[in-house]
C-alpha cells in the first residue's frame, strides 16, 4: 500500500510508496513514485552513485528526479544498493559496508551494483505487470555506468539518460559500442570525474543513437535538480507514442 500521498502542481496525486525487493543475497529497501490515477505508464529504473560517495537512492539528484519524473507521467523506482539504508549485506567479521564497496571499486568489480540493479529490474516488471510500459534507465555518476552497463547486457531498454558519467582513465568504455538504445548523456563543464581527452576518445565508439549535452556546472548539481529533470523529460518524451 502507498505510504505516503501529495498533490503535484497540475492537481494529480503522487503516491510514494516504500517496498522490499528480493535479492539473492538478501532484500533491497525500494520506492515507487507514481500518478494515482495511471492505469499504465512507462517505467524509468533510477541507479545510484558509488555507495561510498553519497550513493543512496535520498541523493539529491536521484530523489528529485524521482519525484519529478513520477509528475510527469512516469512510474519510478529508485532502490539503495547492498549495505545501504535498510538493503541488506551479509560481510566478514571486521569488514565494513566502506570496506566492501571501496574494494569492489579498486578491483572494479560492477556485478556487485550490476547483480541488485537486475534484481530490482525483475521486481519492477513482476510487480507492476501490464501497467508498465516502456523501461528507461536513469543513472547518475557511478549509476550511470551501471545504467550503460545494463543496456549493454540486456538489450530491452528503451533508452539510458547517463548524468554525470565520469569520463575518467581507470575504466574502460569499449562496452559502449554494445549499447543500442538510445542515449543522453549530461555532463557539467567543471566536473571533477571529468578527464576531457578520455571522453573525446571514447566518444566516436559509442553506439548511435547519442546525444550529449554540456550543462555549465559540476557533478552535483544542487538547487538545479528540476532543471535536470526538465532536459530528461523531454528527452524521455521523444520515445511515447
Not at 17 to 40: C, H, K, M, Q, W
Not at 150 to 162: C, D, E, I, K, L
Not at 182 to 201: E, M, N, S, W, Y
Request: aromatic fraction near 12%; hydrophobic fraction near 40%; include cysteine.
Amino acid at each position: 500500500m502507498p505510504q505516503q500521498a501529495s498533490t503535484d502542481p497540475s492537481g494529480e496525486e503522487i503516491f510514494s510508496e516504500r517496498v522490499t525487493i528480493p535479492f539473492d543475497r538478501g532484500n533491497l529497501e525500494g520506492e515507487l513514485a507514481y500518478e494515482a490515477e495511471r492505469s499504465r505508464g512507462d517505467g524509468i529504473l533510477m541507479l545510484s552513485p558509488h555507495p561510498n560517495f553519497a550513493g543512496t537512492m535520498d541523493n539529491n539528484v536521484i530523489k528529485v528526479l524521482a519525484a519529478f519524473l513520477s509528475t510527469s507521467g512516469f512510474i519510478v523506482l529508485r532502490f539503495n544498493y547492498p549495505g545501504i539504508g535498510e538493503s541488506d549485506l551479509s560481510l566478514p567479521r571486521g569488514v565494513s559496508v566502506l570496506d566492501y564497496w571501496d574494494q569492489a571499486e579498486k578491483e572494479q568489480r560492477f556485478d556487485t551494483a550490476l547483480d541488485p540493479s537486475f534484481a530490482a529490474l525483475t521486481f519492477f516488471r513482476r510487480s507492476l505487470g501490464k501497467i508498465l510500459g516502456k523501461i528507461h534507465l536513469v543513472g547518475y555518476s557511478y549509476g550511470a555506468m551501471i545504467a550503460l552497463m545494463m543496456a549493454g547486457q540486456q538489450h530491452a531498454f528503451s533508452s539510458v539518460t547517463a548524468i554525470s558519467l565520469p569520463w575518467i582513465s581507470r575504466y574502460d568504455y569499449d562496452f559502449l559500442e554494445q549499447v543500442r538504445c538510445r542515449k543522453l548523456f549530461i555532463t557539467g563543464t567543471k566536473d571533477f570525474a571529468l578527464d576531457p581527452g578520455v571522453q573525446q576518445r571514447a566518444w566516436p565508439n559509442v553506439a548511435e543513437p547519442k546525444r550529449f549535452t554540456w550543462v555549465d556546472g559540476d557533478h552535483f548539481f544542487r538547487k538545479r535538480e528540476e532543471e535536470l529533470g526538465k532536459m530528461i523529460r523531454e528527452f524521455l518524451l521523444e520515445d511515447q507514442g
